[in-house]
């Protein structure tokens, strides 16, 4: 009999450290369970839940109280892992779910109610599209190395008939400018074949402690020039407390500095585009036999016209491109950048506007395992 205070006290430690929603309703759809991950994804407190009608304080979201009532009539589990987008009170994000109902019945038989285990989605749909992702560069990397060797060689003899045609012209001659364009239209076409190459090379990301405030700092820096005719103004937001991270220097000046420029291009004359950093609380990077790590997350805020939704699941495609002269292979890029490096890269429409783009890439320590 004195182990049932310190086996129901294990009981709550369990719920209220389990990642999963756990919400409890008796028979009459009233809470009286509402552990502290329901309260992260609804944005509801414990206070404002207990003692309140299961029905009333979720009236918006359809399919979960269709399924809590069936499971209270009938008695039986039910399961919903496709359908049902949680959206808490004080924010216009929506989390996919996955549910699972089930009743909760006395030892005595009649049933007492039932329980709600709400799911986090959210990595899971984003490592989805990671691979259906990967899934397309891999088969344009198949078809441009292909392409890359038929078309290369006929590169090099037109560029060197080129070279050679414009020292038959005189210094001044107006040809000379044709010939030059030649040059020029060559070697762009060879370098968006090598950009589609190296989508789909595998390359091992020469890792180093990277300083990610001072990487963002110089970027910023370089950029402000480049956009200061415009009026368009770049701050920093940056956490000094994060420390060093292991990624590939280059890389991931290739990559913010990508990021950065798109957002300074879409952005407003006489507006602002804001760069912040901080360690990421809703995501973390698990590799079997290590603890989580934590994650470190850029946001870039830009004041332009947005992407419609439409367009969102487009940007990563290769070609595709929505700005006059590009070549589509930049975000692509990016992508493949932030990947190799065990990280995410989202971009959400902002509510008042304009474009957040996203970045998380793993805090672990130099010698932990990156991520198959």
Same mark, same amino acid.
């Given at each position: ?16 450290n ?5 919400i409890?309703?008796d028979q ?15 944005g509801?407190s ?6 309140q ?7 918006h979201?359809k399919?979960?109280c269709?399924?809590t ?5 009938e ?6 892992h496709?359908t049902v987008?949680?959206?808490g009170r004080?924010?216009k994000?929506?989390?996919?779910v996955?549910?699972?109902?089930s009743?909760i019945?006395?030892?005595e038989g009649?049933q007492?109610?039932a329980?709600?285990?709400?799911h ?8 989805e599209?990671?691979i ?11 078809m441009?190395?292909g ?13 060197g008939s080129a070279q050679?045609?414009?020292m038959e012209?005189d ?5 000379q400018?044709h010939?030059q364009l030649?040059v020029?239209?060559?070697e762009? $076409?060879?370098r968006? &074949?090598?950009?589609?190459?190296n ?6 990301v020469? /890792? @180093?402690?990277?300083? =990610?405030?001072r990487l ?9 020039h ?8 770049i701050?920093l ?10 990624g590939?220097?280059?890389?991931l000046?290739?990559?913010f500095l990508?990021?950065?420029?798109n957002a300074?291009e ?12 901080r ?5 973390h ?9 934590p994650m ?9 016209p947005g992407?419609?939704k ?5 940007v990563f ?5 929505t700005k ?5 292979l930049?975000?692509? $890029?990016?992508?493949? &950048?932030?990947?190799?490096?065990d990280?995410l890269l989202?971009?959400n429409?902002r /509510? @008042?506007?304009g474009? =957040?783009?996203r ?8 010698n ?5």
């Amino acid at each position: 009999m004195n182990t049932t205070p310190a086996t129901a006290l294990n009981y709550a430690m369990i719920l209220d450290n389990f990642d999963d929603a756990v919400i409890a309703i008796d028979q009459q759809g009233i809470i009286n369970l509402f552990n502290p991950a329901a309260q992260h994804f609804t944005g509801r407190s414990e206070k404002q839940s207990l003692g309140q009608s299961f029905f009333s304080c979720f009236q918006h979201q359809k399919t979960l109280c269709f399924l809590t009532r069936t499971v209270l009539d009938e008695g039986r589990s039910i399961s919903d892992h496709e359908t049902v987008n949680l959206q808490g009170r004080a924010s216009k994000r929506k989390r996919p779910v996955s549910v699972t109902v089930s009743p909760i019945f006395s030892t005595e038989g009649p049933q007492q109610g039932a329980v709600i285990i709400l799911h986090d989605l959210t990595q899971v749909r984003s490592l989805e599209e990671a691979i259906r992702h990967a899934d397309r560069l891999s088969m344009v990397g198949t078809m441009a190395a292909g392409l890359a060797h038929e078309i290369k060689n006929p590169l090099s003899g037109i560029k060197g008939s080129a070279q050679l045609l414009a020292m038959e012209f005189d210094s001044h001659s107006e040809l000379q400018e044709h010939t030059q364009l030649i040059v020029r239209e060559v070697e762009r $076409i060879n370098r968006i &074949i090598e950009e589609l190459l190296n989508l789909s090379r595998p390359r091992t990301v020469e /890792s @180093e402690r990277v300083n =990610l405030s001072r990487l963002l700092d110089e970027i910023v820096r370089l950029q402000k020039h480049a956009v200061m005719e415009r009026g368009v103004q770049i701050r920093l937001q940056l956490d000094p407390s994060i420390p060093e991270i292991p990624g590939d220097h280059d890389l991931l000046v290739r990559l913010f500095l990508n990021l950065i420029k798109n957002a300074c291009e879409a952005t407003a004359d006489n507006s602002k585009v804001l760069v912040e950093s901080r360690i990421e609380a809703e995501y973390h990077l698990s590799l079997p036999g290590n603890a989580p790590t934590p994650m470190v997350q850029v946001n870039i805020y830009d004041q332009g016209p947005g992407i419609p939704k439409a367009e969102l699941q487009k940007v990563f495609t290769p070609f595709y491109t929505t700005k006059i002269g590009g070549s589509g292979l930049g975000l692509a $890029i990016c992508q493949k &950048i932030v990947t190799d490096h065990d990280g995410l890269l989202h971009f959400n429409e902002r /509510s @008042e506007g304009g474009t =957040l783009t996203r970045v998380s890439l793993p805090l672990r320590h130099h010698n932990q395992p990156t991520a198959q």
